[in-house]
Nanobody, 122 residues
Framework: QVQLVESGGGLVQAGGSLRLSCAAS????????RGWLRQIPGKEREFVAL????????FYADSVKGRFTLSRDKAKNTVWLQMNSLKFEDTALYYC???????????????WGQGTQVTVSS
């Protein structure tokens, strides 16, 4: 059984930074894409970023491109989402996920974390 555990969320002022981490346990997610998606109440979960197994390929939503950076450590089974120049509209519950296919839709992910809240004050 795979478990994904996020950490690093919190309250930050607009323009500030946060670093989210997602640690996987249970087994090595060899070959899996690792992604981050976010959700605010009343809205659908939306794609933020994903990274390939090797860590050499990344893909970002237009809304975060240039501000967020995703990286992974295969040995530690961990990914990090560095979020800079945060905006009020980045406020959401951020979920870590893993899937076998490159995908931006929530249905394309097999495993999910419990989420970590990011709140950006304006």
């Amino acid at each position: 059984q795979v478990q994904l555990v996020e950490s690093g969320g919190g309250l930050v002022q607009a323009g500030g930074s946060l670093r989210l981490s997602c640690a996987a346990s249970g087994r090595t997610l060899s070959g899996y894409f690792r992604g981050w998606l976010r959700q605010i109440p009343g809205k659908e979960r939306e794609f933020v970023a994903l990274i390939g197994w090797s860590g050499g390929s990344t893909f970002y939503a237009d809304s975060v491109k240039g501000r967020f950076t995703l990286s992974r450590d295969k040995a530690k089974n961990t990914v990090w989402l560095q979020m800079n120049s945060l905006k009020f509209e980045d406020t959401a519950l951020y979920y870590c996920a893993a899937g076998l296919r490159f995908g931006v839709r929530p249905s394309e992910y097999n495993y999910w974390g419990q989420g970590t809240q990011v709140t950006v004050s304006s």
